[in-house]
């Protein structure tokens, strides 16, 4: 376990341990409290992420990939303590490559994983979570993997004004095969993410950080023996700066995620890491009723 991973696993305990009833609204951390029996929240999220570098080496040139993602989250009480969960995004990326001379751009976009799940309320302050990353998306088009399975572990608390969550997930991720029999045996990852809301009537101030920790993954060509995928493994580090705006039953976000960790892990060659250069995310939600 590195620095960095005992600092977050450190912070996360020190949110589990604090008491009371508050919770926060973050943008990317989960907050503990489940919506209510009979409610259905229908949301929209837009987010547009990039990153570009320079090829370390002998190689020159100047490369770019960006990624746009449009999602529609729904969420259903189905108790006060149980809640399901159904997200059904749609990828857009593109790439701008230069390998001395050559150029290349390529550009791809379709489903991405539709994830279901959901959370269940242990306490007040504590909860779990489970989502399911289906194999919805063109793995050919890199627009998706295959199955991934996320255990998560969730806690919400109010310490004087600021509402503060933490979370704590194992994401397992599954061996999937494309249309070249190409084998990929992407690395499981641990997510940690801690959030803190300065509420001001209406609106919110949000900060949040988020690390990631992997080992090597691998892949198998047509025939041949698996072997490690070279530089796959290490840890990612993310913040974000966002407002929210909250009068029930409207919910609105707006964030600015930037990552300070190692560069040639971001979303350029990893898409599926979620760490960029700097990535904006707006979405909405409606609260409904039944």
Same mark, same amino acid.
């Given at each position: ?171 397992? $991720?599954? %061996?999937?095969?494309? #249309?070249?029999? &190409?084998?990929? *045996?992407? =690395? +499981? ?26 080992? $090597?993954? %691998?892949?198998?060509? #047509?025939?041949? &023996?698996?072997? *490690?995928? =070279? +530089? ?41 890491? +979620? ?16």
């Amino acid at each position: 376990m590195n620095k960095f991973m005992k600092k977050y696993f450190v912070l996360f305990w020190v949110l589990v341990c604090l008491v009371s009833l508050g919770f926060s609204e973050p943008i990317m951390t989960e907050e503990s409290k489940c919506l209510t029996k009979n409610n259905l929240e229908v949301g929209l999220g837009l987010s547009y992420g990039v990153d570009s570098w320079e090829w370390v080496g002998t190689w020159t040139g100047d490369n770019k990939v960006s990624a746009t993602v449009v999602q529609i989250p729904v969420r259903y009480g189905l108790s006060d303590k149980l809640q399901l969960n159904l997200s059904i995004p749609y990828r857009s990326w593109a790439s701008e490559i230069e390998v001395g001379s050559a150029k290349s751009n390529t550009n791809e976009s379709g489903l991405g994983q539709i994830s279901i799940g959901g959370k269940y309320g242990v306490s007040e302050n504590i909860a779990v979570g489970l989502d399911i990353q289906t194999p919805t998306a063109d793995i050919d088009k890199s627009l998706g993997e295959g199955t991934n399975v996320g255990l998560l572990l969730i806690a919400s608390t109010k310490f004087k004004t600021l509402n503060i969550s933490g979370n704590a997930e194992y994401l397992l $991720k599954m %061996k999937y095969e494309d #249309d070249n029999d &190409t084998k990929y *045996d992407p =690395a +499981d990852l641990i997510i940690v993410r801690a959030a803190v809301e300065y509420p001001i009537n209406a609106l919110s101030l949000i900060g949040e950080v988020q690390g990631q920790f992997f080992g $090597k993954s %691998k892949t198998t060509l #047509d025939g041949g &023996t698996e072997t *490690d995928v =070279a +530089d796959s493994n290490g840890s990612t580090l993310d913040f974000l700066v966002g407002s929210q705006y909250l009068k029930d039953p409207l919910k609105l976000k707006l964030g600015v995620k930037f990552a300070v960790g190692d560069e040639s892990l971001r979303g350029g060659v990893y898409p599926f890491y +979620d760490s960029w250069d700097w990535k904006v995310i707006l979405s909405g939600s409606y609260k409904i009723g039944l």
